[in-house]
């Protein structure tokens, strides 16, 4: 028996029945049915987060701090519980379920901690007698569209730190994911949060999401997805004169270079590329290798993905679960498909598997012989397939690397110092690695890109407040 989950549109559960959600491990498997919510019902949470937005900006820090504290202590007792259930409807592993859960806790714990650090500054004025103060404020209704890859972590990243300075939300989950939303909206919700702050619209994109786009009740939007739904977000956002924020796509590269040690660049590369089942933003896409180490790398690699256990991501043993859907399983057949069209040699894996139930089971896939001009290196695949691309030396792969319109992060597997020091230099991503995996961030500092991979201020730590938050400056005349 599943349980009908509601949307909470302010400070009640509303809807009726709308959308089923299919375990990708068993398709058997029904997680759960939720609402869906319309064009009405996204209207009333945005006339309800903006009536609720006056006294819950002027609640004053500790009435923030406990509810966000309550949060991440509710999400911290119950991370195996909440972990499991991301993995079944995600198709994440255990581990990677339980380790996110964590993360959101901890990201909660961190904002909790900055409702209290909230300061300002104050420097006298150029004219006598004036004092000038530079404080900051929410921005009001902020509406948050996020994706289904990482269904807890992403959410607890946008909706802690814009509760946290002052706003109230409208928050739409990827439609593959609504559980993990749902539970962290239902936790902050009986931790104490008031009619109308935090509401949850769950529904189609193209319905509930447009609707946010084209209200004008809408301050500000933080979004995470494709490029082509940031692009209408933008777009949107320009015409209402809103404040927005994009992360996108991503086209990561990893630089191994001859000096490398090769078990961590082998690390970092199996784990970049395929853990996750591929479907991180970060991935490692691209493996860039120079000549002295490629034979070695690249059997070194095939010889890991051999030994990988590709199954159910509730069974404990599964190292790599699987594709999210049946769409998401095409689009990384098509390019199997297309990079083998290109010319490019499939070393190892791009087969369906067949598992104990009807899943969405793909071999992760290794393409060498590849050029960086193929649309394998080019465009985003969001699964578990990378292409190595041999380069002659650092200054190649440098120029390989950047040569891309995403920048979100890049990686280098070197020994030498001076390599190292001049990728990081002169690498065109927001994040760089260093004999580390492109993917795998910390949840205090800064998360965010160049180029065609984001647009607007970085999200997570002490940076998301540029974000949440807008700039005043009172002057006042003493005498
Ligand atoms: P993905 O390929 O990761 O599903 P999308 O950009 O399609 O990327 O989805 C990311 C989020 O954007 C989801 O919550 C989705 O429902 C939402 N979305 C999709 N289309 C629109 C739209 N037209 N307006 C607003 N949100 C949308």
Redesign the pocket.
């Known amino acids: 028996m599943t349980v009908l989950r509601k949307n909470l549109i302010d400070g009640e559960w509303l809807g009726e029945a709308g959308s089923r959600n299919i375990n990708p491990s068993n398709t058997n498997d029904i997680v759960g049915e939720y609402a869906s919510a319309g064009p009405e019902q996204a209207k009333q949470a945005i006339a309800a987060a903006k009536a609720a937005f006056p006294a819950w900006s002027r609640s004053g820090p500790l009435a923030r701090h406990a509810v966000l504290k309550k949060t991440s202590d509710e999400i911290m007792a119950r991370k195996d519980e909440i972990g499991r259930s991301l993995a079944r409807e995600e198709g994440k592993t255990l581990a990677e379920g339980v380790g996110e859960t964590i993360r959101a806790a901890q990201i909660f714990d961190f904002f909790a901690g900055e409702t209290l650090r909230l300061s300002g500054e104050m420097v006298p004025s150029v004219r006598p007698g004036v004092g000038v103060e530079m404080t900051r404020e929410g921005v009001g209704v902020v509406g948050i ?5 990482f269904p807890i972590a992403i959410p607890a990243w946008k909706v802690a730190p814009a509760l946290a300075y002052g706003n109230t939300i409208v928050f ?4 593959l994911v609504p559980e993990s939303a749902w539970t962290i909206v239902d936790i902050l919700h009986r931790a104490g949060l008031p009619k109308g702050v935090l509401n949850l619209v769950m529904g ?3 319905v509930v ?2 609707a ?2 084209d209200n004008p009740d809408v301050n500000a939007i933080s ?4 490029v ?3 692009k ?2 933008a777009a949107a956002s320009v015409e209402h004169m809103r404040k927005f924020q994009l992360e996108m796509g991503g086209k990561n590269p990893l630089v191994v270079l001859d000096d490398a040690d090769l078990a961590v660049a082998v690390d970092c590369a199996v784990n970049g590329a395929y853990f996750s089942t591929g479907q991180r933003c970060t991935a490692s896409s691209r493996l860039i290798v120079a000549d002295g180490i490629h034979d070695r790398f690249v059997d070194a690699i095939k010889e890991r993905l051999d030994k990988l256990v590709i199954g159910d991501a509730l069974d404990a043993k599964t190292q790599i679960g699987p594709v999210v859907d049946q769409t998401q399983l095409k689009q990384d057949e098509d390019y199997i498909a297309i990079g083998r069209q290109e010319g490019a040699e499939l070393a190892f894996g791009g087969d369906r598997l067949e598992r104990g139930a009807p899943g969405f089971y793909l071999q992760p896939a290794l393409f060498v012989g590849s050029t960086n001009a193929m649309r394998i290196s080019r465009e985003e695949i969001f699964g578990p397939v990378a292409n190595v691309i041999r380069v002659k030396d650092y200054d190649e792969a440098l120029a390989v690397a950047n040569d891309t319109p995403f920048g979100l992060t890049s990686g280098i597997c070197t020994t030498s110092l001076k390599h190292a020091t001049h990728f990081k230099r002169n690498s065109e991503a927001g994040m760089v690695m260093v004999n580390l995996p492109t993917a795998g961030v910390d949840f205090h500092v800064p998360f965010g890109g160049r180029k065609g991979s984001s647009y607007g201020p970085r999200e997570q730590g002490r940076y998301a407040m540029e974000f949440y938050t807008t700039v005043k400056t009172a002057y006042t005349f003493a005498g």
């Open positions: 569209i996020t994706p289904w890859n739409k989950p990827a439609e189609k994109g193209s999401g447009q946010m786009l979004f995470t997805g494709s082509s739904t940031g209408r977000v």
